[in-house]
Nanobody, 114 residues
């Protein structure tokens, strides 16, 4: 399973880091990353990181968000800087677990006040 943490309330321009740890009988994890969703809108891919640490970002967060992972801890992080009110959403992590499929975290709410 995946356990996300670190969401909360922050003022515009502030920073926040969310984390997501995978646990259980995991042999290996391929890609990991984060989506976000605002009520009434489709889930949006925010950032992804491969097993070889190649990263990708949505245009809306490039230069402000940084994704990283600790493979030994099966954990993915998303550091969010220069937050904007439009970044407010529930952030969901995912992990592509080898031979087991894609797993999702429970979501963590990030609220950016103006």
């Amino acid at each position: 399973q995946l356990q996300a943490s670190g969401g909360g309330l922050v003022q515009a321009g502030g920073s926040l880091r969310v984390s997501c740890a995978a646990s259980g009988s995991i042999v290996s994890i391929g890609g990991m990353g984060w989506y976000r969703q605002v009520p009434g809108k489709q889930r949006e891919l925010v950032a992804g990181i491969t097993q070889t640490f190649r990263t990708s970002y949505a245009d809306s967060v490039k230069g402000r968000f940084t994704i990283s992972r600790d493979s030994a801890k099966n954990t993915v992080y998303l550091k969010m800087n220069s937050l904007k009110p439009e970044d407010t959403a529930v952030y969901y992590c995912y992990a592509n677990v080898v031979r087991m499929g894609t797993y999702w975290g429970q979501g963590t709410l990030v609220t950016v006040s103006s």
